[in-house]
């Protein structure tokens, strides 16, 4: 296969032959090759395939810590740019929603689980889907328009974090010059991709019986995507993405606290 070859072709090459942006060349062909994978219906294979391109980033590519964001050996274990941070944002969140669409499916695969991880699809995509979310809120509340929660001292009040008030992220994400957009169904840095994640999280939370917490998240998807007191008008897509938020799922939950 083209694209396997082409993997396997990238990682005999120095990242150096793949500047600007190796590692940003390297998860593209990861994308590809998975989204392949996915539209013949080799869900576990999709999976695999961007775990290990996720991988390439280093074992902590999205912590809050800026020093911790080291790259895996091919890279040359060096300390990943913010373009890097958001693309394995974007493939924490498609392997969440890649576990989470494994754990209903009609014929059940087997998780391929690491031995320093989770054990079966559920719990697999909890985990990219919050460290996704956690990543994103910080990354929005660390731009201009974002609002940090300020004071120091254990009296200090902090403000309330509101996502769709506070959190501010892009539109979209453009990719560095010279690359080609691969869009990742459900791996989107944007506060479309951040309230689609929200909701995800909340099924997942009323699957496992968490049901206040399905219930919140789903209330703060619905303020991601149409942001209260905004004065501008949400884009289209944003209005379209709120409006397939399950409301009957939201007051039943709600009901059940």
Known sequence: ????????????????????????????IYITYASFLEET??????????????AQFGASPLSTDLSARVSGSWAGSRVLTQEDHI???????????????????????????????PKNWLDAS???????????????LSQPGGSAPS??????????????????????????????????QGGMVDKRGLGVT???????????????????????AISTLLPPKSEERPPIADQCQAAMVRLPDLLRIVCTR
């Open 126 to 140: 909890e985990k990219h889907l919050s460290d996704a979310l956690t990543a994103m809120l910080h990354l929005g």
């Open 41 to 54: 219906n080799d869900r576990q294979a999709a999976y695999k395939t961007l775990r290990e391109g996720l």
């Open 87 to 117: 693309r394995a944002i974007g493939l924490s969140q498609k392997l969440g929603h890649l576990a989470l669409q494994s754990s209903s499916a009609a014929r059940a695969q087997v998780y391929p689980a690491l031995d320093d991880g």
């Open 198 to 220: 929200m909701e995800a999280l909340a099924e997942i939370y009323a699957r496992k019986g968490e049901h206040g917490i399905a219930g919140n998240l789903l209330i703060q």
């Open 151 to 184: 004071g120091t001292g254990s009296d200090a009040k902090r403000p309330k974090i509101v996502a769709g008030r506070d959190v501010d992220l892009p539109d979209g994400f453009a990719a560095p010059a010279g690359e080609e957009v691969v869009d990742i």
């Open 1 to 28: 296969m083209l694209t396997s070859r082409a993997l396997a072709a990238a990682h005999a090459l120095p990242p150096s032959e793949l500047d600007p942006d190796p590692l940003l060349k390297l998860s593209g």
